[in-house]
C-alpha cells in the first residue's frame, strides 16, 4: 500500500494530548496542506485561526460547554456538565476552520481543508481532533463576540474547530466500516 494511502487508513481521532507544543514548521505543513484542499468554483473560501493561548482555549472550552448544557441530547449535556472535561482534551494547538459567507459551497470547502489537516498531521504523527462541539458557542448569540475576539475577517464565520498536539495514546485500532455503503452501477 502507498504511504498516502497508508495514513489515511491508519488516522485516528487524538484524545489525549502531550503539553508540550507542537513546532511552527510543523504547523505550518499542516495548514498548507488544508490550503491545497479542493474548494468549488476554486473559491478556497476556508480561513484558518491558529490559537495557542492557554486563556484563550479555556475560555472558549468554558462557554462552549455553557452553552451545549441546554442542548437537548444526554451525551451533550453530559460531558458539558463535566467539569474535567475539556473540549480540546488539552491540545495545545486549536485551528478555528471559518468559511466565506458569499462563497458557492464555504461549508463544504472547509470540510475538505479539515480533512486534509487532519491526514497531514497524522502523517507527521501529530494527532488532531476535528472539533465541531465549540459550533455550539459559534452557533450561539455569542457568535459576533467571538468572530471579533478571534479576529475572524469580515465576512467569514467560524464553523468548527481542529486540535492539535503530539499523542499522548497512539490509538490503533481501526474502526469497523459499515457495510453497503458502495453501491456499482455498470
Ligand atoms: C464534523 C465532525 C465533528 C466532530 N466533532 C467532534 C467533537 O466535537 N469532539 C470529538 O471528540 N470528536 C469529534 N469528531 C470526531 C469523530 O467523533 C470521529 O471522527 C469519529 O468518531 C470516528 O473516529 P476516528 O476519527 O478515530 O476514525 C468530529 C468529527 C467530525 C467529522
Redesign the pocket.
Known amino acids: 500500500m502507498n504511504e498516502v494511502l497508508k495514513v489515511i487508513k491508519q488516522?485516528?481521532?487524538t484524545?489525549k494530548f502531550k503539553k508540550e507544543q507542537i513546532k511552527d514548521k510543523e504547523l505550518d505543513t499542516i495548514l498548507e496542506a488544508g490550503l491545497y484542499a479542493p474548494s468549488a468554483h476554486n473559491n478556497q473560501s476556508w480561513n484558518f485561526t491558529v490559537i495557542q493561548d492557554e486563556n484563550l482555549l479555556d475560555e472558549l472550552n468554558i462557554n462552549t460547554k455553557n452553552i451545549a448544557k441546554s442542548f437537548p441530547d444526554e451525551t451533550i449535556k453530559k460531558m458539558a456538565n463535566n467539569e474535567k472535561f475539556d473540549?480540546f482534551y488539552n491540545a495545545p494547538t486549536v485551528v478555528v476552520v471559518s468559511g466565506k459567507n458569499d462563497a458557492m459551497m464555504p461549508q463544504i470547502d472547509c470540510a475538505a481543508a479539515t480533512e486534509n489537516m487532519l491526514i497531514a498531521a497524522e502523517s507527521l504523527d501529530i494527532g488532531a481532533?476535528?472539533?465541531?462541539?465549540v459550533g455550539f458557542l459559534f452557533n450561539s448569540e455569542r457568535k459576533n463576540e467571538y468572530i471579533e475576539k478571534l479576529n475572524i475577517p469580515e465576512g467569514y464565520t467560524p464553523y468548527?474547530a481542529v486540535a492539535l498536539g503530539y499523542k499522548k495514546v497512539n490509538?490503533t485500532n481501526t474502526?469497523k466500516r459499515k457495510e453497503n455503503s458502495i453501491q456499482y452501477i455498470k
Do not use: A
Open positions: 488516522r485516528r481521532t484524545r473540549i481532533c476535528w472539533n465541531g462541539m468548527y490509538v474502526l
